[in-house]
């Protein structure tokens, strides 16, 4: 498992098995693959995607293609 750096917080990149609350869905700004969510504070990759998530320079990047992970919030009409 590789560690993510959220915000100011740590976070342990694991793949998605359970429920919380979701704060933020990450997309790849060059494919637009969606690699994971932001659950209860934690980076939650997301298992169908084809690889491992990386992080180079202190940034996720995409499992697939290797493009920058951005973070897209869910508002309270779409929480899942």
């Given at each position: 498992m590789a560690s993510a750096v959220?915000?100011?917080q740590t976070s342990v990149v694991s793949p998605l098995h359970r429920r919380g609350v979701v704060q933020a869905d990450l997309s790849c700004l060059m494919?637009?693959?969606m690699v994971g969510q932001i659950i209860d504070g934690r980076v939650v990759h997301r298992s169908g995607?084809?690889?491992?998530l990386r992080i180079e320079r202190?940034?996720?990047r995409c499992c697939g293609c290797g493009g920058s992970v951005y973070?897209?919030?869910v508002?309270?009409?779409?929480a899942r």
């Open positions: 959220v915000g100011q494919c637009g693959r995607c084809g690889g491992q202190g940034m996720l973070r897209e919030p508002s309270p009409l779409t």
